[in-house]
């Protein structure tokens, strides 16, 4: 199985300025697709951007934004102009193109403070 | 449009009490899966489906089993509850097709085993 690894249980960042959450994954295939969920204390999992591997373009959905390192096997989230509403836990998943299972880390809890 | 729907959204069960969890969502979507998550960890797949008829384990199906006999639901059953069976447990869908495609997640289920 493939294993998703977040090595930052928690970060905290002040209202308007920019995070960066860490994600690494181990995988053998070259084709993949990567997402960024949200888990606010609704306990709701939001999608908030996905990442299609052979693609070099970093994916960016408005505020949010990736670094997708693939050589790295690294796929960070960086979050700009932070919100208090951005505050939740935020988990990195992994799904090969050639299976159906996704596979998620343990998740950051990002705290904004204002 | 509702999506994905999970009853009930809390319960408390004895144990050896047995239970099924309902997940239904009305986006016609081919896949479906059911994950658990134990506090503090991400989401571990339980079980899932591609398609109404097809089921297959995920990474922690013991105690669990699941049906798949229309596109729109797909149950999780517990026959014999036990303690280490305390978590929330999610269902989600997502589309066949584009490979792309994330989940997308119920509201959850918060199960404790007492």
């Not at chain 1, 408005?62 to 509403?85: E, M, T, Y």
């Amino acid at each position: 199985a493939q294993t998703v690894t977040q090595s930052q249980p928690e970060m905290s960042v002040q209202e308007a300025e920019t995070v960066t959450l860490s994600c690494t994954y181990d995988t053998s295939e070259s084709d993949y697709y990567l997402f960024w969920y949200k888990q606010p204390p609704s306990r709701q999992m939001i999608l908030v951007i996905r990442q299609e591997a052979y693609k070099q373009q970093n994916a960016t959905e408005n505020r949010f934004s990736v670094n997708f390192q693939k050589a790295a096997k690294s796929f960070s989230l960086k979050i700009s102009d932070s919100q208090l509403g951005d505050a939740a836990m935020y988990f990195c998943a992994y799904r090969s193109t050639t299976g159906n299972q996704f596979y998620f880390g343990t998740g950051t809890s990002l705290t904004v403070i204002p | 449009n509702a999506g994905v729907t999970q009853t009930p959204k809390f319960r408390i069960l004895k144990i050896g009490q047995s239970m099924t969890l309902q997940c239904t969502q009305d986006m016609n979507h081919n896949y479906m899966y059911w994950y658990r998550q134990d506090p503090g960890m991400g989401l571990k797949l339980i079980y899932y489906s591609v398609g109404a008829g097809i089921t297959d384990k995920g990474e922690v199906p013991n105690g669990y089993n699941v049906s798949r006999s229309t596109t729109e639901d797909f149950p999780l059953r517990l026959e014999l509850a036990a303690p280490s069976q305390t978590s929330v447990y999610f269902c989600a869908s997502r589309r066949q097709g584009a490979g792309h495609q994330p989940q997308h997640f119920g509201d959850g289920t918060r199960l404790s085993i007492l």
